[in-house]
């Protein structure tokens, strides 16, 4: 069975803390990768892509290790409005503009004044 | 930016009735749409995959005559819920590729409560 594996949480952190998130999945054909940000019962809105390189976004630092099968998300100087659920999301579909995405449960994030 | 809309956003209904929850893509056209199934402190699920002009394709374990999918035109996927039972209540979310680079956009959801 294909899985995407995440820590649910909660992660409470202060304001301005710094806070990572680590995903794990199974299936080592996997072609793409991303993170998603969930606010409570609306839907998943794309947060950034995830490159094997390694790639940034203002606060947010996305991090791709093939080799472990594992990716992560680094989110600098939280702010209040950075709390919701973060999924991580795996594309393992074949060919390009293929489309099986598997979610991960998620995971929440609460930021405390 | 390519849009999605669903529709109802949440709806309550009796058990044993049908319900059905649209989604429409507003500024492009989507030969192909995807519907999940998200329960309480559960990841989406992918319950079919709903092709413009022919029959869905369903994941494994999801009833092909309980979950009714059409797929009439380019811009517009229905899920029909058919009998509902209280176990059926979930999150409904439709998804469609669109815009120049082929992402995937999300409706904003359907909360269905069968009482």
């Known amino acids: 069975r294909k899985e995407v594996e995440q820590d649910p949480g909660p992660f409470n952190v202060p304001e301005g803390a710094t806070v990572a998130f680590n995903c794990t999945y199974s299936?080592?054909?996997?072609?793409?990768f991303f993170w998603y940000r969930q606010d409570c019962r609306k839907e998943p809105k794309l947060l950034m892509s995830?490159?094997?390189s390694g790639n940034e976004d203002g606060r947010f630092t996305a991090q791709l290790n093939r080799a472990s099968q594992y990716i992560s998300l680094l989110i600098r100087d939280s702010k209040l409005s950075d709390s919701a659920t973060y999924l991580c999301?795996?594309?393992?579909?074949?060919?390009?503009?293929?489309?099986?995405?598997?979610f991960g449960k998620g995971t929440k994030l609460s930021v405390i004044p | 930016g390519a849009v999605v809309s669903q529709h109802p956003s949440w709806v309550i209904c009796k058990s044993g009735t049908s319900v059905k929850i649209e989604c429409r893509s507003l500024?492009?056209?989507?030969?192909?749409m995807f519907w999940y199934r998200q329960f309480p402190k559960q990841s989406l699920m992918l319950m079919a995959t709903?092709?413009?002009?022919?029959?869905?394709?369903?994941e494994q374990g999801v009833e092909k005559d309980k979950f009714l999918i059409n797929h009439a035109s380019l811009t517009l996927s229905t899920l029909t819920v058919t009998s509902a039972h209280p176990e059926d209540s979930s999150f409904y979310i439709c998804?469609?590729?669109?815009?120049?680079?082929?992402?995937?956009?999300f409706g904003s959801g359907t909360q269905l409560s069968v009482l």
């Open positions: 500024d492009f056209q989507a030969t192909t």
């Open positions: 299936n080592s054909a996997s072609q793409s």
């Open positions: 995830v490159y094997s």
């Open positions: 709903s092709n413009e002009g022919s029959k869905a394709t369903y």
């Open positions: 999301v795996v594309n393992e579909g074949s060919g390009a503009g293929s489309y099986q995405l598997t």
């Open positions: 998804s469609a590729r669109g815009g120049a680079e082929g992402k995937l956009f």
